[in-house]
């Protein structure tokens, strides 16, 4: 019912030379996978050059960032509208890296996932609990918290095209992934909580889940009811490992 969505996070890697080859290699592999969206998020630098290279392509281009404005005096920053003209469909907003590291509140997500809507980019929402967090039993209320903060003043038809990626902070690069009934219980909690809006909202929004995805991993996390894909960082680097990973979603 839900097509299945496979996104790679290539993080800080890949300068554009190294970029276009990886994405070249990638729309070898993965032509015939056409049963699950995918998409792969280069860095802003190499985004030109991925954008070419998979033109015709059946993988899409996403970003890592967006910055909340349109346009100013905002040193540094690129804009969602700057995104889309340069050929980008889709943006992830949010990750942990960017709460932990960068200064993105609850706040400024939600702004960023506005900008998302205002430039006519798909927006990739990234939650997830800290090990303490978990540990704490807050899973629910962070992910609550979050969910609540970054959809705010959306109407129900723009939530049902966000798609969510659940990614415990704890399992993200360390190796330590969720197990597929640890991650299948937060994302049915997900699903839950999406129901104050009309049942047609979590029918159709799509939940990724996130953190050491691999390919040896994948299918077990992937045959679970409520995991729709995968936001995959390190593993979205090897060929070998990303197409391990859409064939196990399709
Ligand atoms: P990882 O990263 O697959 O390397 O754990 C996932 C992410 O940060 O999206």
């Given at each position: 019912?839900?097509?299945?969505f ?8 890949k300068?554009?030379?190294e970029?276009d080859a990886?994405?070249?290699s ?17 860095t ?10 998979l ?10 960032n ?8 905002f ?15 889709y ?8 709460r ?10 939600s ?7 205002r430039a006519?980019?798909?927006?990739i ?5 800290t090990?303490?967090?978990r ?5 629910e ?5 979050q969910?609540?903060?970054g959809?705010?003043?959306l ?5 049902s ?15 330590k992934v969720a ?7 937060v994302?049915?909690y ?16 799509r ?28 593993a979205a680097?090897?060929v070998?490992?990303f ?8």
């Open positions: 019912m839900r097509r299945p496979i996104a790679g996070n290539w993080k800080m890697h300068a554009p030379v970029a990886l994405a070249e990638l729309k070898r592999a993965l032509s015939e996978m056409t049963a699950a969206d995918i998409a792969v998020a280069p802003f630098l190499a985004i030109p050059a991925v954008v070419g290279r033109r015709h392509s059946n993988i899409g281009v996403a970003s890592q967006v910055a909340v404005e349109a346009q100013g005096a040193t540094g920053e690129i804009s969602a509208e700057m995104l889309k003209a340069a050929g980008v469909q943006a992830i907003v949010g990750h942990s890296e960017r932990q590291l960068f200064g993105d509140t609850d706040a400024v997500v702004k960023k996932v506005q900008a998302c809507f006519g980019l798909s927006a929402l990234c939650v997830g609990e090990l303490p967090e540990e704490a039993g807050q899973v209320d962070v992910v609550a918290r969910l609540s903060a959809l705010a003043d109407s129900a038809d723009q939530v095209t966000v798609t969510i990626a659940y990614e415990p902070v704890w399992a993200i690069g360390t190796g197990t597929p009934t640890q991650a299948n219980d994302h049915a997900i699903r839950s909580w999406l129901g104050r809006y009309p049942s047609f909202v979590a029918r159709n929004v939940i990724q889940y996130g953190g050491s995805v691999k390919g040896s991993n994948a299918a077990g996390l992937l045959s679970q009811p409520e995991i729709d894909g995968a936001l995959v960082g390190g680097l090897s070998e490992d197409t391990a990973i859409v064939k196990a979603a399709t």
